[in-house]
């Protein structure tokens, strides 16, 4: 049997009934009830409508027909004034059709008068469910807010880790590699200037030393911000396969057939980092011999796929294990409208699919 709710100290009734004598015998049966009630008769709607801005009620129990008017009109009157009370209809004289229709409209529950003795139980029930009613609106509510600021939150972060990416880029571009130059101009000068066969031999050892240095610095600036990008989505991603495919010694094949030429630059810029976070994964965790990568768009969507020949996630979801990589790049893909499907068999390999739609990007773009 279910409780008025425990923080109900006293039940507030607001009873809408032109006849006394109904209203006597409503107040007789909550007579027996444990519970403290207090009940308040109208029987206009004027009176029905000043009464709840007046007074805390905790549900409403009303006749269907009363002078000039109905319940349904009442009803109304609460929402218009977005009062919600749980709202229960009490009358002989309507008919099963017209009590759906009223459930329909979200009144709570609907009691013949002739079981006016199941009042108090269904009271109780209306309470109950319009409070947990209302308490998964607001959860809702509240999840989706968490779940908005959330996706600020991520693209936030993201903008703020692309702009300083970008900044330790230039900075190595200005300090390290303006040093490099320096070192390369001058060991040259040193070259021209022996003609010791052993010195010689040093300065080209450095030279070939130097040379790594410039290319790794070239490289680590390419990976944080990547330049590549300005010639074409297709030529940034083959320059990750290749450097993949130098780097861990695995055949990476790419198969880019993009019909659009020119994308939007954050879109670009998110196929490029999920590649990349991708074959990172891929050398961290896969074990693989081959890799696909494959790009492509038609005028609706723009799809990369990355997929290896490894030995699959071990764990039943990537969110099971600490890292954050695949999270990040769900949260990216969200930022321009997109998604990222992972499919992953044991022993066979795992697939990341990034797919944005580009029509609706067309749209939103000013
Ligand atoms: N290609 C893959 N093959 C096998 N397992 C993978 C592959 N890609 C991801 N995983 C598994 O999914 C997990 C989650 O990947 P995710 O990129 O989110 O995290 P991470 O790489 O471990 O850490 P982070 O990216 O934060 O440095 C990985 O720890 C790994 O177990
Ligand atoms: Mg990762």
């Not at 779940?147 to 300083?164: D, V």
Request: net charge negative; hydrophobic share 45%; proline share 3%.
């Amino acid at each position: 049997m279910p409780h008025i709710s425990p923080h109900i100290a006293q039940l507030h009734i607001l009873h809408l009934e032109d006849s006394l004598p109904d209203h006597a015998l409503l107040v007789r049966e909550f007579q027996k009830s444990a519970t403290p009630v207090q009940i308040e008769r109208v029987e206009r709607l004027d009176q029905f409508a000043d009464a709840l801005v007046r007074t805390d009620f905790d549900v409403v129990l009303a006749d269907y027909r009363l002078a000039g008017f109905t319940a349904l009109d009442a009803w109304q009157v609460m929402r218009d004034r977005k009062i919600r009370l749980p709202f229960v209809l009490l009358s002989g004289a309507i008919g099963e059709s017209l009590a759906v229709q009223a459930i329909q409209a979200g009144i709570s529950d609907y009691l013949p008068k002739q079981d006016l003795h199941k009042v108090r139980s269904v009271t109780q029930r209306a309470i109950e469910s319009h409070r947990i009613l209302i308490a998964k609106e607001r959860a809702d509510t509240e999840l989706a807010q968490s779940e908005q600021q959330l996706a600020r939150f991520a693209e936030h972060l993201q903008t703020t880790i692309e702009q300083e990416r970008g900044a330790i880029a230039r900075e190595i571009h200005d300090d390290v590699g303006g040093a490099l130059a320096a070192i390369r101009f001058d060991l040259a000068w040193l070259a021209r200037h022996t003609g010791d066969t052993q010195t010689l031999q040093h300065i080209g050892a450095a030279t070939e030393m130097l040379q790594q240095a410039i290319e790794a610095a070239q490289r680590i600036m390419m990976n944080l911000r990547p330049a590549i990008l300005d010639q074409g989505l297709v030529a940034a991603i083959q320059w990750l396969q290749a450097n993949f495919s130098r780097r861990c010694g695995v055949r990476a094949t790419l198969d880019a057939q993009l019909v659009m030429e020119a994308l939007p630059k954050n879109v670009e810029l998110t196929v490029f980092r999920t590649a990349q976070e991708a074959l990172t994964n891929i050398s961290k965790h896969a074990k693989c011999s081959a890799v696909d990568i494959r790009l492509s768009s038609d005028s609706n969507y723009l799809t990369l796929e990355i997929s290896d020949n490894g030995q699959g996630m071990t764990h039943a979801t990537p969110s099971q294990q600490g890292g954050f990589g695949l999270k990040g790049l769900q949260e990216r893909a969200k930022t321009v409208g997109g998604w990222i499907d992972i499919s992953s068999i044991p022993n066979a390999g795992t697939a990341i699919t990034l797919t944005i739609p580009l029509a609706q990007e067309a749209q939103s773009a000013p």
